[in-house]
């Protein structure tokens, strides 16, 4: 029991309208869509609650609270100066990065995505007739690497880069001598940064998340930030984010990008933003150790039970990125583990075209779904 939430605990989630649990039949385990088997923070549900005393729900705007509560947050966290009127709210990310790209780049330019990568970074660039640039991401035993040298020559042919950092589903976090580099060579290339930094407080063994706009003056002028409370604190289904865009013009044209397709922000989700940030620190620090320790003891169990599966442990995220290729399974890790041993993982091929080999694990969940799943993987290859 840690706080007053106690993490081990199991809720039953069928029945509740919850996407990653409605998603396969019912006797499948889903371990697949970034979202926690933990419920909310006690002062996030408080929050939302004293809101609905009073019962008037209409259009909402971000309050001043709000606003000042993330200009001190980027400040405390990050060492980032930032001003409340440099905060775009959003009713997501990815409605945030598809913005940027609708409203800076024209048909035809080029786009940079690092693979593998989340399906709909790696899918935004076709929305808007971009082409997508990749440059893979390489694993070594002690992590995933970026090469400096094919990243310069793809941004070369690139208007913008669509980052993700902390990275999904690999967990890289990029260091700050990475940043530097990719900051340098988006300088050296003109190139737009829309920087995605949901995972960006979930970070293990004492990392510092490093806004790359923070950097310095040039990087904080062609970077569009975009953040969230909504995977640290498992709140993604209240729908709010916010961009973070300190050069005006820039920011103009983003906020004209709307189209009248991308609404204003819920207000419960506005509410909820503030409790996290400014009363949730306990129940995301004991989330955190907690997720921290489960990273851990996947790595040992996939290494003592599957030692043919290759994992390198997430930096951050709550996601585990699983090599299956020298299983041989058929058709695929995911059909052959989703078919045969009942647990739902996200599908390699889902981040990129040269990944089918691998499944997407989510272990931001009570111990024993995890090894409710681990058991589930051993039955498919049995
Ligand atoms: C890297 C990344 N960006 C964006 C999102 C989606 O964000 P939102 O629900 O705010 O659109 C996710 C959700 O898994 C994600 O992992």
């Known amino acids: 029991m840690t706080g007053m939430v106690n993490f081990d605990i199991v809720h039953e989630r069928r029945g509740t309208g919850s996407s990653k649990w409605s998603k396969y039949p019912g006797d499948v385990l889903p371990m697949w869509v ?50 409340a009127d440099e905060i775009v709210f959003l009713p997501g990310v990815e409605p945030g990065f598809n913005m940027a790209l609708k409203a800076m780049l024209q048909p035809g330019d080029g786009v940079l995505v690092q693979t593998p990568v989340y399906r709909p970074i790696l899918n935004a660039p076709g929305h808007w007739g971009l082409k997508r640039i990749e440059a893979p991401l390489t694993a070594t035993v002690t992590g995933h690497v970026m090469d400096a040298n094919l990243l310069g020559d793809k941004l070369a042919q690139s208007r913008a880069f669509l980052f993700c950092n902390p990275q999904n589903p690999t967990g890289k976090v990029f260091t700050r001598e990475e940043l530097t580099d990719i900051a340098a060579l988006c300088r ?41 409370a909504s ?25 004209q990008s709307r189209l009248g397709m991308v609404d204003s922000v819920n207000i419960l989700g506005l509410e909820a933003t503030l409790a996290a940030f400014s009363s949730a620190g306990k129940w995301k620090a004991a989330m955190l150790s907690y997720i921290a320790d489960n990273r851990d003891y996947l790595s040992a169990q996939i290494a003592d039970r599957f030692p043919s599966i290759r994992l390198v442990k997430a930096e951050g995220t709550f996601l585990a990125w699983l090599d299956c290729a020298d299983l041989g399974l058929s058709p695929d890790p995911q059909r052959h583990f989703l078919e045969h041993g009942k647990v739902g993982f996200s599908a390699g091929a889902e981040f990129g075209e040269a990944y089918g080999n691998f499944v997407r694990f989510n272990f931001g969940c009570p111990r ?3 090894d409710d799943a681990l058991d589930r993987m051993e039955n498919a290859l049995r």
């Open 231 to 255: 995977k640290t604190y498992n709140i993604a289904g209240l729908k709010t984010a916010f961009a973070i865009i300190k050069n005006k013009e820039m920011r103009e044209t983003f906020a």
């Open 368 to 370: 024993q779904l995890l």
């Open 188 to 228: 050296a290339n003109d190139t737009l940064i829309i920087s995605d930094e949901i995972h960006g407080d979930l970070l293990f063994d004492g990392r510092p998340h490093i806004p790359i706009a923070s950097l310095s003056d040039d990087a904080a002028e062609r970077t569009i930030t975009l953040m969230a």
């Open 34 to 83: 970034a979202d926690m088997d933990f419920p909310a923070a006690p002062e996030i549900v408080d929050a939302i609650r004293n809101r609905l005393e009073h019962p008037l729900l209409g259009y909402g705007v971000a309050r001043d609270e709000l606003r000042t509560q993330i200009v001190s947050d980027m400040q405390e966290k990050f060492n980032w100066s930032i001003s």
